[in-house]
């Protein structure tokens, strides 16, 4: 399948831009929905930060969208915490993770290059190869205490890189069944159109940084429904943190989005890859 247009063209005999979808209510119940749609957009989120549990959560929940959240470590419950409550963080993504937001490995510690700022200890020039395998494989459980309804997990890349010294890891946590998916970097022109030769392991995103407008937003979800694609945008900070955008500014995409719901299916990106993969 090259796009969702020419699917829709063989498999439906349109001649406009429609697609049916049968995609899951949550992970544990199946619900099978026929909906026409000119396009997928995949809302992610890395680092697992804060502002993504008191801004984005909320204002997602608000609208019923559903987003995937790329996470580190998570803050233990020593610091600010009455003894016997639940830390804010691991109570925060639990009940993300009920409410149907997907959950996904961003390895352990979040290894970047040492040029561009990371301290040497987690510098990704220091690792090797086993090392990041058992940062993935920590991550996976403790993503599977704060949602064990989900068996398989998506990934992310760091910064975007894929390579350890002269080695691309991902194959070897592929077949090591570590991952099911995995997501990589790209700009406001990483729109996928050609499903059929798309490398499920390394799926192109648009990197979000700081100040995007809302009108920048909106462009680059029109220029995927005109492909007839699917798009994914990587987001960080909203009113704080890295890479941010406003509070103002993410509300007013999400509302965006749920007004246009005719025409794009947002959806988490485990669910988006799992539908393109069987199509």
């Known amino acids: 399948m090259q796009t969702i247009k020419s699917f829709c063209h063989e498999k439906i005999y349109l001649t406009v831009l429609l697609c049916s979808f049968f995609f899951f209510s949550n992970p544990g119940q199946s619900k099978k929905v026929n909906q026409l749609k000119k396009a997928i957009i995949c809302l992610t989120y890395d680092d697992g930060l804060e502002s993504q549990l008191t801004t984005v959560i909320p204002q997602l929940n608000a609208v019923g969208l559903k987003a995937t959240f790329f996470l580190n470590s998570i803050q233990g419950s020593s610091q600010s915490v009455t003894i016997g409550q639940t830390p804010e963080a691991v109570l925060g993504w639990t009940n993300a993770a009920r409410m149907g937001h997907e959950l996904s490995n961003h390895t352990l510690f979040h290894a970047c290059p040492e040029k561009i700022g990371w301290d040497k200890t987690v510098a990704i020039e220091n690792y090797t190869v086993d090392r990041m395998i058992s940062e993935i494989k920590t991550e996976s459980a403790i993503l599977a205490l704060l949602d064990p309804g989900r068996t398989k997990r998506s990934f992310a890349f760091p910064c975007n890189n894929f390579m350890i010294n002269d080695t691309d890891y991902i194959s070897i946590i592929k ?46 979800a029109e220029k995927v429904k005109k492909a007839g694609g699917m ?17 103002g500014t993410h509300k007013a995409f999400l509302a965006y989005l749920k007004k246009e719901e005719a025409d794009y299916w947002v959806t988490t990106f485990s669910e988006a890859m799992d539908f393109v993969t069987k199509q």
């Open 231 to 247: 798009g994914v945008y990587q987001f960080h900070g909203v009113d704080g943190q890295v890479f941010q955008i406003t509070s």
């Open 175 to 220: 077949k090591q069944e570590l991952i099911s998916y995995a997501r990589g970097g790209g700009d406001s022109s990483s729109i996928i159109t050609d499903f059929k030769k798309l490398n499920s392991t390394k799926v192109p995103s648009w990197h979000v940084w700081t100040g995007t407008t809302l009108n920048e937003l909106i462009a680059f």
